[in-house]
């Protein structure tokens, strides 16, 4: 315990705490339980060393150990030190004489839903402490101490002098990724692993099979893979492999077999599953099929439990989630054997009818009566929710905040993934304000612990190996906050310019949320100099919102190429979001000022000169840009919103040249501008103008 008294000399002998953060030290994201910034700061040198102490040592301790030493090499010292990162570990010793001391109590025990992750974190003129009570609260220390760094010119870094004392407010802090619509590759689900790392998140939620395909290798069932996956699927080698890469990072693995709906491929491989006498393929196209298993036959359950049987060891993870979402029970309804089934078990209605629901239920309970045989907690989506369904499930809610709260009043543990929907191409914004437990949520105290947290989702119909990373980072860091942060860090524009600050770092440990759509466009460009006017365009469209995508004229199958602007485009514009401040900030502005040095002051003029020069940019690019589109089959449907867009700049040209001169429109003109701006927001390839909204406030101010 030498160690401790010299650690606490070594505090002793800082600054004083508990100064106001300097503004560029408030990065960190999520924000911690509590940061006291200093206002000295740690250089790291190239004679830079570190060192881990574990005081218990246990069989775990081996593993725990070397997943902290493969954070720090891998995640940690690349930013740290850039120009060396193969920094020394110094071995244990009496005294810590590294500059970065790692001290542990305990392995912690990944698998154990509230396992103790938190973390204290001092930087001072002198060094680094990084003690937890767990290695997964060092794993989640050291996401915290990545973000500190600023490199400096000696190949070195400096980090800010802080004194940070943090802990998760939920234990369950998730992203789904789906590899059924489009098979995301070992190193696509890596690279994510790493960015949820990150962002602390702690659950991969791996949705592994639907319509589309089956992608986990059956030894048993081998057409499982063949033909449900079409052969684009893991082998269970690279299961483990990515189990265990997402352990030595602090996340668990939660594997989806979606069922009984959301099946289809397990039909293609073996029809003796489904409803009817139908064969089918796998699904070709996207959609809610409602073709569901036959839940009315004993081989189904003996075919599930095989699944089960070989699937489930793949798996160290406590929880087992068994989808069950989108099923209306049409195929049942229609088949005359189900239907007298249903009236056999007195599955009806109070009308006589046969109840969907009740089959379902029976089928629920059955699935996880064989997924507890395998010594596995069922989750499911929020349709399993109902009378007769074991408390033992977990249910996680997607259609609302009801289910989720229905849920938890039934004695359920329960998950948030309502509101967290990032496929949907929502703002940042909208996904950081759901929270699983508000203040006035209707749950007794014991019911609230029943709330585990929450996760983002994304689904994939849209999103393939290349641009997924675009359609998760950076606004799935906001959900991350949301089910880290205390509850009261709310400050959405803080949010986006701490998210504009990780984004990079994002990308430094290996995403192509940025790099990907750029490539793209470059690729659609055909050279360097066309892609500079393509992307003044790309930059302000965003792809239609929700699943309009679906219903805008143009047929997806899965085999379509994600190759097209609506690809390239940013599921929320940065451009158009800094845009609308901008708008915001000159309106408030021209309201406050005196009229009679209205725009004549520095401030005034630079906030005039910045708005009209991004406005003639956008009305120049027109003429610039549509050689571009024109020449590339790919890009001419995306040639209106580009005459839009230079329509739209006009028309808020005009109005800020008589907001200048202090003059009012003439209603006339502001009727007939308006009338125009609405007619422009039609959206052409399925992407639509992100800066319309902001256009038509600066148009229409009186
Ligand atoms: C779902 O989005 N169908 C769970």
Redesign the pocket.
């Known amino acids: 315990m030498r160690y401790v008294l010299f650690l606490i000399a070594l505090l002793a002998a800082a600054p004083a705490f508990a100064q106001p953060a300097p503004p560029e030290a408030r990065m960190l994201l999520p924000v911690p339980t509590q940061a006291n910034w200093g206002r000295s700061r740690f250089t790291v040198k190239p004679d830079f060393t570190w060192q881990v102490f574990t005081p218990a040592q246990t069989a775990a301790t081996p593993a725990a150990d070397s997943a902290v030493a493969e954070a720090v090499e891998r995640l940690v010292l690349p930013v740290l030190l850039p120009g060396r990162p193969q920094a020394n570990r110094r071995r244990a010793s009496p005294l810590p004489t590294a500059a970065l001391v790692l001290q542990y109590g305990r392995p912690g025990s990944l698998l154990t839903v509230g396992e103790d992750e938190s973390y204290t974190l001092r930087v001072t003129p002198m060094g680094v402490a990084l003690n937890a009570p767990t290695h997964l609260g060092i794993l989640r220390g050291l996401a915290t101490l990545r973000e500190l760094a600023s490199p400096t010119k000696s190949g070195g870094s400096t980090l800010p002098e802080v004194d940070v004392v943090d802990a998760p407010r939920f234990p369950w802090r998730g992203l789904l990724i789906d590899a059924a619509r489009h098979f995301m590759p070992v190193s696509v689900v890596k690279r994510n692993l790493d960015g949820m790392w990150a962002t602390k998140l702690n659950v991969l939620h791996w949705h592994l099979s639907d319509d589309q395909g089956f992608r986990v290798e059956s030894k048993l069932f081998p057409r499982l893979h063949q033909v449900g996956g079409q052969g684009q699927y893991y082998t269970q080698r690279q299961i483990r492999e990515i189990v265990r890469y997402a352990g030595r990072r602090g996340i668990r693995v939660v594997p989806e077999l979606d069922m009984p709906g959301?099946a289809t491929a397990w039909l293609a491989a073996y029809p003796r599953l489904a409803s009817n006498d139908s064969t089918y393929g796998v699904a070709p196209r996207w959609g809610?099929l409602n073709i569901a298993m036959d839940p009315t036959r004993e081989t189904t359950y003996s075919f599930i439990d095989s699944v089960l049987s070989e699937v489930t060891p793949l798996f160290p993870d406590p929880y087992f989630h068994i989808?069950g979402?989108?099923n209306d029970g049409r195929q049942w309804r229609r088949n005359p054997r189900i239907v007298a089934y249903m009236k056999q078990q007195g599955y009806v209605t109070e009308k006589g009818l046969p109840d969907k629901h009740a089959l379902q239920t029976a089928f629920n309970r059955r699935v996880l009566a064989l997924v507890e045989k395998y010594q596995k907690r069922m989750v499911g989506?929020d349709?399993i929710l109902g009378p007769g369904l074991p408390a033992s499930a977990v249910i996680?809610s997607?259609?609302g905040k009801k289910g989720l709260y229905d849920a938890a009043k039934a004695g359920h543990q329960a998950i948030l993934?309502n509101g967290y929907?990032v496929d949907l191409n929502l703002t940042a914004a909208s996904h950081y304000a759901p929270d699983p437990l508000p203040q006035d949520a209707p749950l007794t105290p014991e019911q609230q612990k029943l709330i585990l947290g929450g996760e983002a989702?994304m689904?994939a119909e849209f999103a393939d190996s290349v641009i997924v990373d675009a359609r998760i980072w950076p606004r799935t860091a906001a959900v991350a906050e949301r089910l880290w942060s205390p509850a009261q860090v709310r400050d959405v524009p803080d949010m986006y310019r701490r998210l504009a600050l990780l984004s990079p770092q994002l990308e430094t440990l290996g995403l192509q949320h940025r790099k990907a759509p750029s490539q793209l466009l470059l690729q659609l460009a055909g050279s360097p100099a066309a892609v500079l006017p393509l992307r003044t365009l790309a930059q302000v469209l965003e792809p239609v919102k929700e699943y309009k995508r679906h219903f805008q004229g143009f047929k997806y199958t899965t085999q379509t190429p994600l190759n097209r602007l609506v690809d390239a485009a940013p599921a929320e514009s940065d451009v158009a979001r800094e845009f609308g401040a901008a708008v915001d900030k000159l309106l408030d502005y021209a309201r406050s000022a005196p009229a009679a040095t209205r725009f004549r002051d520095a401030n005034g003029r630079q906030q005039l000169t910045s708005l009209r020069e991004q406005l003639l940019q956008w009305q120049t690019n027109d003429a610039l840009v549509q050689p571009i589109l024109q020449q590339n089959s790919l890009l001419q449907e995306y040639a209106p919103l580009s005459v839009n867009l230079k329509t739209a700049a006009a028309l808020a040209l005009e109005r800020l040249a008589l907001l200048e001169k202090g003059q009012a429109p003439t209603a006339a003109w502001q009727t007939a501008a308006l009338k125009q701006l609405d007619a422009l927001k039609a959206p052409a390839g399925q992407t639509e103008l992100a800066v319309l909204p902001h256009l038509r406030r600066l148009v229409e101010t009186k």
Request: negative net charge; proline residues 0%; glycine residues 8%.
């Open positions: 959301h809610v989808g979402d989108e989506w349709e996680q997607w259609r993934s929907y989702t689904w």
